[in-house]
């Protein structure tokens, strides 16, 4: 047996640390946490510190009952978990849950490389019990949270939904959203007219100049094109400066998260599993990270790497401070192991980020880009003596409402600029994307010019220009708000945001975009035209967008619950972490800080008859054919329409709202359109086709048969040829042809429900995506078959006849055991093929002695019956204790 054993989390970074360290060490894995608080129940003692009940996770007991025993046998242990609170506190519970003593080795590195992970083995310390109990503070006020809160939810929404949730972070994330749909609905777009002018010099150069602000109303465009007619433009200032570029600095979690979402379209969930899997690797620094230090030693190498590649002329280094005052200074920034290793990763998608963070880290220590800008003001002089007359004019902010238009005089000066590279620095490798980047950002060289120069005018245009709304986040652009406001952490981002979706508060889709109309003056050769063009607005890609149920949940908590979804309270819990992480700050009474208002909060709005269900119902109007009042609001199945009352005589009428449809914005006519099916589109073979929607979605019905619409059908428009062309692509799918035989039986092929498919002796076999119908052969056919049958032959990876119920089964997704009717999941580090019925049975959580199964049943109901009254006298105590505070 080895003298040491290391634990870390991962088994893929078990696996690349012991080649570091040889054959004195086993590296096992823990898995994660292997102690955490039961999913059933409170597990707080809220009446003596908020002490948390922690149990083992009934899937870690046999990996925590094999780490006993290696590490009774090994002669020092060494914790190796993630340097952040998460990882100390799975250090903790690995202390706890082994029985090891307090000054058990803690030791701690950034990055998986022989260098770090032998300097660490060098320097241990213990674990922080700082670090620990600001993770313990925050575990156990999301459970407070949500533990309380969520049933709050269910009682009061929905009609009694379970399916609701609350939590600290995700009820402020979720307000986010909900806050910038609402201002998105209630912007009104405004217009304006730009002024742009396309000069020619030399006989073929072309300069672009404009105003600087724009006209208010097309009259005054207009009477400003008509002005410039026969003026003459002159050269009035040329004003060039040095300018440069500084580099972004290196990744943090959060600038990571944005950057891969620009840059590579990465959602935040897959970006951090793939900076996991790069990281396990030793390929890429500790991926969850608030700073933007190197050290010196990285500093070093990307130095040389960067005068190997380019010269030493692009060589700047720097140490970059962090703008987060609680970042972690003593950690890095996300940065590669190895600045020589351009290309790494085990896939395209590790690949691809890899590089995103090589090019960062390398360009965060290169030479700024050294820039000359120029800016010409051209002068306008009116012909015929033209006077200067006052009209209104606006700043050009695309993103706010207008200004106000301020009268000014006629405008007599346009402005061109241009820009010029005289070093490329850092941007020959490197540049930071922007959430929205605009067109006009980017400045080419301009020609060559001289003061006093008079130039030619090829055409101004005055086109009109519309303001637009603020953008709706994106799952980047909500973590960088997040970050701005100092809610979350570098772990939390990726959870919060996928539990918002996930919780059906928020829906991660594309919106297409709208036409609308804008027109456009043109001076030209001393005539001024006006044209009407089309432009789209208004199109978003995998945007956020608040469902109902979002907007209805958001709006109780900020009604009841204001503390939970307020943006400084938030912020000001997470500083709170943070001194207990210093151990300025005493974890439990910070809890106790919070707990008091919070909890009496929930009594008193459970006890309140006032707070009834809340729906988000609004009256949109009356329906007129007859006369019944009109309504939207939430159900426990969704959001709907209803015409008519509970009261009336006749029942309600009711319809379920599309995708897309929220409550607070759908009108009365969209409300009524949804009663609109089934209906009659036309006729086929002399039989009506009939539109509807039932409970596997929209539907054709012809002739008794029923044939889905495909997602790209809208129920309430398809029309009588769409129809019909769906009824034969049906039949013709249905139609079964015969390839030939097989073994005496027929072979046949036809298209059904999952797609194409050959079928033999009652069984159906799926035909590869990338093959077609109509090019099947028999002899392909066959080969199908047969792969169908090696495939079946190769299911089970073990079976027991002694217990035929239990199985080890090779799943579309990995191996697992099939006990019953259930399927139970086989840890990573346990070979399928080598379990015993026993092994199968403990994994279940079943007896694998049956004979004792009664007895182990029944002492399980005496335990519960014993903890019964406990529970009940601990309720009671809570009960007293909170009816004494009141007092």
């Known amino acids: 047996m080895s003298k040491n054993l290391v634990i870390v989390e991962s088994p893929a970074k078990a696996k690349t640390i012991e080649g570091y360290l040889g054959k004195d060490f086993t590296v096992k894995s823990s898995f994660g946490h292997v102690r955490d608080l039961p999913k059933d129940g409170l597990a707080v003692d809220v009446t003596n510190g908020f002490q948390p009940s922690y149990e083992i996770s009934p899937d870690k007991k046999k990996l925590v009952s094999e780490l006993k025993t290696l590490a009774k046998s090994a002669e020092e242990v060494w914790l190796a978990t993630d340097d952040d609170r998460e990882g100390e506190a799975i250090s903790w519970h690995l202390k706890e849950a082994l029985g090891l003593r307090d000054n058990t080795k803690r030791i701690v590195f950034r990055e998986i490389t022989k260098n770090a992970i032998q300097n660490a083995i060098k320097s241990p310390r213990t674990i922080d019990v700082d670090l620990v109990n600001a993770q313990q503070a925050r575990r156990v006020l999301d459970r407070l949270v949500g533990y309380e809160l969520s049933p709050v939810l269910w009682r009061k929404i929905k009609g009694g939904s379970q399916g609701l949730s609350a939590g600290r972070v995700q009820s402020v994330a979720l307000r986010l959203v909900v806050e910038r749909e609402r201002e998105i609905d209630k912007h009104q777009s405004k217009s304006s007219f730009k002024v742009t002018a396309q000069f020619i010099v030399d006989g073929n150069k072309v300069l672009n100049a404009e105003l600087p602000k724009n006209f208010a109303t097309s009259g005054e465009a207009r009477a400003f094109l008509e002005a410039c007619i026969g003026a003459t433009f002159t050269i009035k200032n040329l004003e060039t400066k040095p300018a440069k570029k500084s580099p972004a600095p290196p990744f943090t979690t959060s600038t990571l998260q944005q950057e891969a979402s620009r840059k590579l379209g990465y959602s935040v969930d897959r970006t951090m599993r793939i900076a996991q899997n790069l990281y396990e690797a030793g390929k890429i620094s500790y991926m969850r990270t608030d700073s933007t230090n190197l050290s010196q030693e990285a500093i070093d190498k990307a130095k040389t790497e960067i005068e190997t590649e380019f010269s030493p002329k692009y060589v700047q280094t720097r140490q970059f401070k962090t703008k987060n005052e609680s970042a972690q200074e003593a950690h890095e920034a996300i940065r590669p192991t190895n600045f020589n290793d351009r290309n790494a990763g085990a896939d395209r998608d590790q690949k691809r980020l890899y590089e995103l963070i090589w090019k960062r880290a390398i360009a965060s220590q290169m030479a700024d880009a050294q820039l000359e800008r120029t800016t010409v003001t051209i002068s306008i002089r009116f012909a015929n003596g033209t006077q200067l007359n006052t009209v209104a004019m606006v700043d050009d902010s695309p993103f706010v409402d207008t200004p106000k238009a301020e009268p000014q ?88 945001i996928s539990t918002i979706i996930n919780r059906g508060y928020v829906v991660k889709q594309d919106k297409p975009g709208q036409e609308r109309k804008y027109v456009e003056y043109t001076l030209q050769r001393n005539q001024i035209s006006e044209t009407s ?22 709006d109780f908590l900020v009604e009841y619950f204001p503390d939970i979804v307020d943006y400084k309270f938030t912020a000001t819990v997470e500083k709170d972490f943070d001194e207990i992480a210093s151990g300025r700050r005493n974890w439990q009474k910070m809890l106790e800080g919070f707990y008091g208002d919070f909890h009496k909060n929930i009594e008193d709005i459970q006890g309140s008859s006032g707070v009834s269900f809340k729906t988000g119902e609004r009256v949109l109007g009356a329906d007129p054919a007859t006369g019944k009042p009109v309504s939207a609001r939430l159900g426990k199945y969704g959001a709907y329409v209803q015409i008519g009352e509970a009261s009336d005589e006749e029942k309600p009428r009711y319809a379920n709202l599309r995708d897309g449809q929220l409550i607070e914005t759908i009108s009365l006519q969209d409300a009524l359109s949804l009663f609109s099916l089934p209906r009659e589109v036309g006729f086929f073979e002399d039989k009506p086709m009939v539109i509807g929607i039932g409970k596997f979605g929209p539907y054709v019905k012809h002739d008794d048969k029923y044939v889905s619409l495909t997602r790209e059908d809208d129920p309430y428009t398809i029309d009588a040829d769409r129809a019909v062309q769906l009824i034969q692509q049906k039949r013709a799918e249905s139609v079964s042809e015969a390839l030939g035989e097989y073994e005496g039986k027929l072979v046949t092929t036809g298209k059904g429900r999952f797609g194409p498919y050959v079928k033999f002796e009652d069984k159906y076999i799926s035909i590869p995506r990338n093959e077609q119908l109509m090019n099947l052969t028999l002899d392909r056919a066959i080969e199908l078959i047969e792969a169908k049958r090696v495939a079946e032959a190769n299911k089970y990876i073990r079976e027991f006849p002694e217990n035929p119920a239990v199985k080890v089964v090779n799943g579309q997704y990995g191996p697992y055991l099939a006990v019953g009717k259930r399927n139970v999941k086989i840890p990573k580090d346990v070979d399928p093929a080598s379990l015993t019925l026993e092994d199968c049975l403990r994994l279940a959580g079943d007896d694998p002695a049956p004979a004792k199964a009664p007895a182990k049943k029944a002492a399980a109901t005496k335990a519960t019956a014993a903890k019964a009254p406990a529970k009940a006298k601990a309720a009671t105590t809570t009960k007293k204790a909170t009816a004494a505070k009141k007092k």
């Open 533 to 554: 063009g089309k432009e789209t607005f208004g199109s978003e890609k995998a945007k956020l967008f608040p469902t109902n149920t979002g907007m209805v949940v958001c």
């Open 409 to 496: 005089k006629l405008p007599t000066e346009l402005v061109a600029q241009g820009e010029v590279i005289k070093f490329d620095g850092f941007l020959r490798v490197y540049l930071e994307s922007k959430d929205d980047e605009e067109d006009e950002d980017s400045k080419g060289m301009l020609p060559p010019l001289t003061i006093g120069q008079t130039l030619n005018l090829g055409q101004m245009k005055a086109t009109e220009k519309f303001t637009r709304p603020q953008p709706r986040y994106a799952e980047a652009s909500l973590v960088k708000k997040l970050e701005e406001m100092g809610i979350g952490r570098p772990s939390t981002y990726a959870p919060t």
